[in-house]
């Protein structure tokens, strides 16, 4: 049963009231705060300090400051007015449950409520980022657009002008070729006219042919002397792969059970549960197990146990198939005494590193140590003894382990203390 704190200390003004309780030899991280219009808890066990208070405040603004062995509250009044006293006195059960019950719902529907302004916000950022990237993407075509048609103008503009310079080219030509051809001056008899007009009749020839073809049978036509390559024959690219060898024979003996293994880390890598509905709230990073992993073993080195074995179990509800995560949750259930979760644990991760091969050894032996730890602890010595023996089989030159395991044997053959 907690007990009360009845030692604090209150001032107030016409706006605000200035409460003070002590955390002596708490820590900090524990205390847990719940402040509403009405009632104030602060549980940090074993202690409970609880007020129904005097008059309404603005639990919004309120503010709660924790150091020095204390937590100092700023509670702004919603009417300015002295107060005769900061808990309501002669209150029964009853209406102190009622009281608590109605702090609890407006305290969730404030937080639904703001679960749903977030998700307004998000829906109207997305729907403004679409149309944003719309309007992009409609001035990137109409700009492609008017591009083309320029283009387009200029090809028909060139087109148009060589038509014109091959019309004016083969009239003067064919004027040329008339002249020389009627000239009664002209040396050589009809001989040398025929010689002189035939080139140029040809040429003006040419010209009226190409003047009256349309500009696709122009471009149809292949010059003279063209080649068209012949196109080149299919191939074959051969790809072989090395086969994987393992270089000394005690490997060798292992091969199925390394290939099998490695195949469940491949399968583990991809096995991430990415469409769990309540996740969707987090940030990439967060949705990462290897982040929250990470995350985890900074914050059991810093003691925050409680804090570390969230974050493993995150990382579990992501993937499940990862034995290190199991390993590491176990490791703070045993700090923080949750014995049979530590034993759960273990086991999974026993459960998941099979086959036994040289790249899980090391893993498979902390697991039997912190399994056989929890035993030890829960008196259980008979399996604790096996988890250890099970380990040394591992590795038999672990000088902590094996002293651990004669400790567990001197405690069944009633040579030593039966202490956890």
């Known amino acids: 049963m907690p007990l009360q704190v009845s030692d604090y200390s209150w001032q107030q003004t016409p706006a605000a009231v200035f409460l003070s309780l002590p955390l002596r030899g708490v820590c900090a991280r524990d205390a847990d705060v719940f402040c509403a219009e009405n009632y104030l808890k602060v549980n940090f066990p074993p202690f409970l300090f609880e007020a129904f208070l005097?008059?309404?405040?603005?639990?919004?603004?309120s503010k709660a400051k924790i150091g020095n062995d204390a937590i100092v509250f700023t509670l702004y009044k919603k009417e300015p007015a002295m107060w005769e006293t900061l808990s309501v006195s002669g209150v029964d059960k009853e209406m102190m449950q009622k009281i608590r019950e109605k702090a609890i719902l407006q305290a969730q529907e404030r937080a639904k409520e703001a679960t749903e302004a977030k998700a307004t916000a998000r829906q109207e950022d997305q729907k403004y980022t679409l149309n944003v990237a719309m309007k992009i993407e409609e001035e990137e075509r109409k700009t492609i657009e008017a591009v083309k048609d320029a283009e387009r103008r200029k090809a028909t503009a060139d087109l148009e002008a060589w038509k014109e310079r091959q019309r004016?080219?083969?009239?003067?030509?064919?004027?040329?070729?008339?002249?020389?051809?009627?000239?009664?001056?002209?040396?050589?008899?009809?001989?040398?006219?025929?010689?002189?007009?035939?080139?140029?009749?040809r040429v003006a020839s040419r010209h009226r042919a190409a003047a009256g073809r349309s500009p696709a049978d122009i471009f149809a036509e292949k010059p003279e002397g063209a080649h068209i390559p012949t196109p080149r024959r299919a191939g074959r690219v051969e790809?072989?792969?090395t086969p994987r060898v393992f270089p000394t024979a005690v490997r060798e003996s292992q091969a199925a059970q390394e290939e099998?293994?490695?195949?469940?880390?491949?399968?583990?890598?991809?096995?991430?549960?990415?469409?769990?509905?309540?996740?969707?709230?987090?940030?990439?990073?967060?949705?990462?197990?290897?982040?929250?992993?990470?995350?985890?073993?900074?914050?059991?080195?810093?003691?925050?146990?409680?804090?570390?074995?969230?974050?493993?179990?995150?990382a579990i509800r992501l993937n499940n198939k990862l034995p290190v995560l199991y390993l590491n949750r176990a490791a703070g259930h045993l700090k923080l005494?949750?014995?049979?979760?530590?034993?759960?644990?273990?086991s999974k991760a026993l459960a998941l590193l099979t086959p036994p091969v040289a790249d899980n050894a090391a893993a498979r032996m902390k697991a039997h140590v912190r399994r056989g730890a929890a035993f030890c602890q829960l008196e259980l010595y008979a399996e604790g003894l096996q988890d250890y023996e099970a380990a040394l089989r591992i590795n038999p030159a672990d000088a902590a382990v094996r002293k651990d395991a004669e400790k567990i044997r001197d405690v069944l053959q009633g040579t030593a203390p039966t202490s956890p």
């Open 168 to 201: 004016k080219t083969g009239g003067r030509e064919g004027a040329r070729g008339g002249e020389r051809a009627s000239h009664p001056g002209d040396p050589g008899g009809e001989t040398g006219r025929s010689k002189r007009q035939r080139p140029a009749g």
């Open 239 to 241: 790809v072989s792969f």
């Open 337 to 346: 005494r949750n014995l049979h979760k530590a034993i759960e644990d273990a």
């Open 260 to 314: 099998e293994w490695l195949h469940k880390q491949a399968q583990a890598q991809r096995a991430l549960n990415a469409g769990v509905p309540e996740l969707c709230d987090l940030k990439e990073e967060e949705k990462s197990p290897d982040w929250l992993r990470e995350k985890g073993n900074k914050l059991f080195a810093t003691e925050n146990f409680l804090a570390a074995i969230n974050a493993y179990s995150l």
């Open 54 to 61: 005097y008059a309404p405040i603005d639990d919004g603004n």
